[in-house]
């Protein structure tokens, strides 16, 4: 059971450049979430989806977009990388909301460098 | 908006207690939570306690939770070097995810 699975887990791209990271579990969890993780300012909401075909924004949306095509899938896309967007990138899952005990699964992570 | 503060950082001995501490601003949150990262890993839960409740134990891990307050600390028996990690105090929003404080980097020194 491979749980929650992100790829790329380290990507460098150049200021400009597009890229799509993508989350995938396996637990047929409802709820997916795409969070990022910087030095001193602990994990902040980017996107979420509380089911196949839905997204909403989070904490930090701007410069993001993602699609929940399948219930198993969520993808983050950055359209025009910019040096700020250098972080580590979480994705995680749970089958209820946080209102209902409900338990996030992280992936490993994502470390992107935008130079 | 929600928000949630935790130290960034605590050293303790091994075979210390710790004490995490954590303030809140949701009163509705119905849990609370404490998430643990290792180095190189994702966040995983570590425990958690329902709004109603003032304490919680799970073999060395206590929670105790001050609503007037809204104050919530996690502490560590014994503290291992295996307990070398991030920890993260989380409520729950209205909107039903959750809110993340910082993270407390605990070092256990041998």
């Known amino acids: 059971n491979a749980g929650v699975t992100q790829t790329p887990k380290f990507r460098v791209l150049k200021t400009g450049q597009s890229m799509t990271l993508l989350c995938a579990q396996d637990m047929n969890h409802e709820y997916m979430y795409w969070y990022r993780q910087d030095p001193g300012m602990g994990l902040r909401l980017i996107h979420y989806s509380v089911g196949e075909g839905t997204t909403a924004k989070g904490e930090v949306p701007d410069g993001y977009n993602v699609s929940r095509l399948k219930k198993q899938n969520f993808l983050l896309g950055l359209e025009s990388a910019a040096p700020s967007q250098t972080s580590v990138y979480f994705c995680a899952s749970s089958q209820t909301s946080g209102a209902d005990t409900g338990e996030l699964f992280f992936g490993e992570g994502s470390r992107l460098t935008v130079l | 908006g929600e928000d949630v503060e935790q130290s960034l950082f605590l050293s303790v001995r091994e075979g210390d207690s710790s004490v995490i501490n954590c303030t809140y601003t949701d009163s509705s949150s119905t849990y609370l939570y404490w998430y643990k990262q290792e180095p190189g890993a994702g966040l995983q839960l570590l425990t958690y306690?329902?709004?109603?409740?003032d304490m919680k134990q799970d073999q060395r891990l206590t929670v105790l939770l001050n609503k007037k307050d809204k104050h919530l600390s996690l502490r560590i028996a014994d503290t291992q070097t295996g307990d070398s990690a991030i920890y993260f105090c989380a409520e729950t929003s209205p909107r039903g995810n959750l809110i993340f404080g910082k993270g407390t980097k605990l070092s256990v020194k041998p």
């Open positions: 306690i329902f709004s109603n409740m």
